[in-house]
């Protein structure tokens, strides 16, 4: 079993920086971070962040040049740097691995609020 936890969310002014961790938790697990989730009340999960099977990062335009992905697999942990913060990117965001078998893991969600 594995428990994804994210932090480092919280409220932050227009064009502010916030920069968020999703650690690992789980004994005799290989976790592979598939990438960083949003998701407003109402609306679909989109996708932020990718890390793809072919080694490549993925944003979406919306975030693009905005928002940096990286991990420490030997802290378990993803990140997620985001800059130029708007009120458009207020949302939980959610990061997503899967383990040694495939399993796709989700955690509880960290709330993003940008607004002055």
């Known amino acids: 079993q594995v428990q994804l936890v994210e932090s480092g969310g919280g409220l932050v002014q227009p064009g502010g920086s916030l920069r968020l961790s999703c650690t690992a938790h789980g004994s005799g697990f290989k976790v592979n971070f598939m990438g960083w989730y949003r998701q407003v009340p109402g609306k679909a999960r989109e996708l932020v962040a990718e890390?793809?099977?072919?080694?490549?990062?993925n944003y979406p335009d919306s975030v693009k040049g905005r928002f940096t992905i990286s991990r420490d697999n030997a802290k378990n942990t993803l990140y997620l740097q985001m800059t130029s913060l708007k009120p458009e990117d207020t949302a939980v965001y959610y990061c997503n691995a899967e383990d040694e078998d495939e399993y796709s893991y989700w955690g509880q969600g960290t709330q993003v609020t940008v607004s002055s």
């Open positions: 890390l793809t099977s072919g080694g490549t990062i």
